[in-house]
């Protein structure tokens, strides 16, 4: 299957985040997700676009979801694919993060998935090596793939993106969720209301293009999607809300408090839900309003899309100037 | 056998504590300024150094330098710290305590001096600990400290965030006139805060510090220099709201004083972007409104001292996610030509600028220096206020290179720097004839 023939080139090295990227950009990545949910619901799900090339995937924050789904899209196109979790290797023996990414660079591998606690590690890390990386979450910063899954679901089942209005609700401070999402929507002319507790919600948020409202009923009001954040343990004893009752009875989503929204309005989230804390879980169950398990299906995709756009920008030829590919 | 004296003339000297900016000569007998001005006696046996073109300054006391000296030697020592500052027509530094161990201690305030007599080549001033082991709970002994020779007591880069404990020592203190100085950052408020609280840190992902983590501990601190009637100074305010502050406490006739960093004057929290660790600084850089402000409270003598606030730190601890990356900017050799590039950007008066490297700090510390009056020990740099150049990070002095203005033009540079009338810097020998 040939489908780079879809893609007009991307124009960077690297994906480290939606920032920079052009509404165009964001559509071609789009248009070629769009051809492999297609393929991934074929018996033969495998194409050869990137044999021969290596990916590894560089967890340095634990996740299940995301770091599968990378896995698995980097599979389906034929790459060896390394998963690398870095609370088990070097770096707790002193090594130090750069020195990390320079040993993984002489392995040569050619496409780097890289998730990492900090804001900026992502882009740090890019700078030391000479593949192309793949910025799966860097601290409270970007996750851009989970934006354009997000897009892509919106988009398969609304048909547009453009003139949407779109609640993120939750722990907008402490969400590279959110942030990606802000911008992409942006992008592509959509609508964004943020809404939580002003204890959740960063300074100056309104000057990075949304509305921001403290009640979901304000919030919602409109919305054609409502899109839930997870809400972190640590942050609900006290510290920046005062419990998870408190929080589930002011901004947990439940039918009543869809209710303010568009009727027939749509539901995602991230994932990993709470139940009980930042949605109900017959709502978040329900396939006629929840998206959320389009949205994991629609992850797969994206990182087939994102993974083959930067690998078309590899160099083809090894250094000897024989064809890598053959 | 006596050294021949040594006449530099021609020079253009500028000393705000005699309200000198003339033509003239300064005449150097035996370490000492034995006259200074357009028409004064040279002797036959004199050597002549034609200045032509440079102006003779005070040499500069840097009010806040950190140094790896004791127990992070790799940083920076108290002698590489002191050619950077020679490099910068800094002689005299004031170093700060909260080194490992830290100078709570009067034996440590003397290990402190006798290192930089053997080792330094400009002359070097400890600050002694507020609390033991800058923990901000237990007094140290200010009494045996200041005898010792420790000018001022800090806990260096943090606040004593107990309000108590920092009335007690304003008031102790007071006993001896002693200055303390504050690093104004409330730890609380601060929390995991890594840069300017703001649209900025909001889009990079990272905690703000709000102004209000600044501003909380020098109205509390105001407050207990109300009562205790010490005398008070702030290493740096990097706010506007800050600058206000003071500015009222100063109206009230209070003893408050404060300082700015020369970083804070030339950049904003914009440097940042792309997670430059470079420009991370404690306190952050903030808003261009702020540093504007900055610039403004330094004009009309709001803010009193400038201050490189120079922290060497070595590559590892800068290379890192920005959270993680050190604080801190080296900056002991570019202070004077930063201030000289806000004479030429800002028009800031020469004489106010000088006055903040030299007259003030002299003044508040007690220090025997910062001017060029007859009778002073001949410790001046000699400068070329014009030449332009570009901050080279490499290039710099300093054992560690993390300078937060790498690559900015500044213009004015210092061609030698002199102690005691010996010269400890000369960047081109043909200004001697």
């Known amino acids: 299957m040939k489908s780079s023939a879809l893609y007009s080139t991307f124009p960077f090295r690297d994906l480290l985040g939606i920032e920079g990227l052009s509404a165009s950009d964001i559509t071609n990545l789009l248009d070629l997700a769009d051809t492999y949910v297609d393929l991934n619901r074929q018996i033969d799900k495998k194409t050869d676009v990137l044999r021969g090339r290596t990916q590894i995937n560089l967890f ?32 707790n023996k002193g090594e130090t993060l750069l020195d990390t990414a320079v040993t993984l660079n002489a392995m040569n591998p050619d496409l780097l998935v890289i998730r990492h606690g900090d804001s900026g590690a992502v882009a740090l890390l890019a700078q030391k090596v000479s593949c192309a990386v793949l910025n799966a979450g860097d601290g409270a910063h970007e996750h851009p793939t989970q934006a354009l899954l997000d897009a892509l679901t919106i988009r398969r089942r609304l048909g547009k993106l453009g003139g949407l209005k779109i609640a993120i609700c939750g722990d ?69 809300i005062p419990s998870v009752r408190e929080y589930y009875h002011l901004y947990g989503l439940n039918r009543e408090k869809l209710g303010f929204a568009k009727p027939n309005a749509l539901v995602m989230h991230p994932g990993p839900m709470n139940r009980g804390a930042e949605i109900d879980s017959e709502l978040a169950d329900d396939t006629e309003i929840s998206l959320i398990r389009d949205q994991v299906e629609m992850g797969v995709a994206v990182r087939m899309a994102a993974l083959e756009a930067l690998a078309a920008n590899l160099p083809n030829m090894m250094q000897s100037g024989a064809p890598a590919n053959v | 056998m006596s050294e021949p004296d040594r006449a530099f003339i021609n020079a253009r000297l500028i000393d705000p504590a005699q309200e000198l900016d ?20 040279i002797l036959d046996t ?31 020592t108290l002698a590489t710290a002191s050619h950077a500052a020679a490099a910068g027509g800094v002689t005299h530094m004031v170093v700060m305590p909260n080194t490992t161990p830290a100078i709570d201690d009067a034996a440590l305030v003397d290990f402190i001096s006798r290192r930089a007599r053997g080792t330094a080549t400009v002359r070097v001033h400890p600050m002694a600990a507020i609390t033991k082991n800058c923990e901000g709970q237990i ?43 504050q690093h104004a950052l409330d730890q609380d408020l601060q929390s995991a805060g890594v840069m300017h609280e703001g649209e900025l840190a909001t889009r990079l992902g990272l905690t703000g510090i709000p102004v209000a983590a600044e501003t909380a501990i020098i109205d509390r601190d105001i407050r207990l220099v109300e009562l205790t009637g010490a005398r008070y100074h702030i290493h740096q305010i990097s706010s506007g709201e800050s600058v206000e502050a003071v500015r009222q406490a100063k109206a009230r006739g209070l003893a408050v004083s404060c300082g700015v960093s020369a970083a804070h004057l030339m950049l904003n929290e ?33 803010i009193d001292i400038v201050v490189s606030g120079h922290n060497p730190q070595d590559a590892e601890a800068k290379r890192q996610p920005f959270a993680q990356a050190a604080y801190g900017t080296v900056g002991v050799e570019t202070l004077l030509s930063v201030l000289l590039t806000l004479h030429h950007a800002h028009g800031l008066d020469i004489a106010t600028l000088v006055r903040a490297v030299a007259g003030h700090p002299a003044r508040l510390l007690d220090i025997d220096g910062g001017t060029l009056r007859p ?19 490499d290039a710099l002095q300093s054992k560690s290179k993390n300078a937060a203005i790498e690559g900015r033009k500044l213009q004015g540079k210092v061609e030698a720097c002199f102690v005691n009338g010996h010269s400890i810097f000369d960047s081109k020998m043909e200004t001697k004839k």
């Open chain 2, 375 to 393: 009778g002073a020990c001949a410790d001046f740099a000699l400068v070329d206020l014009e030449a332009p150049w570009i901050v080279d990070a």
């Open chain 2, 46 to 76: 004199a050597e002549t150094l034609d200045c032509t073109g440079l102006t003779i300054l005070p040499g500069l006391i840097d009010m806040q330098v950190f140094t790896g000296e004791p127990g992070e030697e790799h940083r920076e």
């Open chain 1, 60 to 91: 340095f924050e634990s996740s299940t979801r995301t770091q599968s789904s990378f896995e698995l899209a980097g599979k389906r196109l034929g790459a060896d694919v390394m998963n690398m979790s870095v609370s088990s290797s070097a770096l």
């Open chain 1, 172 to 240: 907008i401070t402490h969400s590279r969720v959110a942030r990606s999402n802000l911008l992409l929507l942006n992008a592509l002319g959509a609508q964004v209301n943020l809404v939580g507790p002003r204890t959740l919600i960063p300074t100056d948020a309104e000057r990075l293009g949304a509305k921001i409202f403290h009640t979901m009923r304000e919030g919602l009001e409109g919305c054609d999607i409502v899109m839930m954040l997870r809400i972190q343990n640590e942050r609900m004893q006290g510290a920046l």
């Open chain 2, 270 to 302: 914009n440097d940042v972007e792309n997670y430059r660790t470079f420009a991370k600084l404690n306190p952050p850089l903030r808003s261009e409104d702020d540093r504007l402000a900055l610039v403004d409270g330094l004009a009309d003598g709001t």
């Open chain 2, 139 to 181: 007094m140290t002994e200010f009494g045996l400290l200041r005898e010792a020779g420790a000018v001022a007591f800090t806990d260096g880069d943090r606040a004593v965030m107990n309000a108590l404990t920092m009335r007690r020592a304003l008031s102790y203190a007071s006993n001896f006139d002693a200055l303390i100085v």
């Open chain 2, 22 to 41: 003339t033509i003239g000569s300064l005449l150097v007998r035996d370490g000492k300024i034995a006259a200074i001005g357009t028409d004064i006696e």
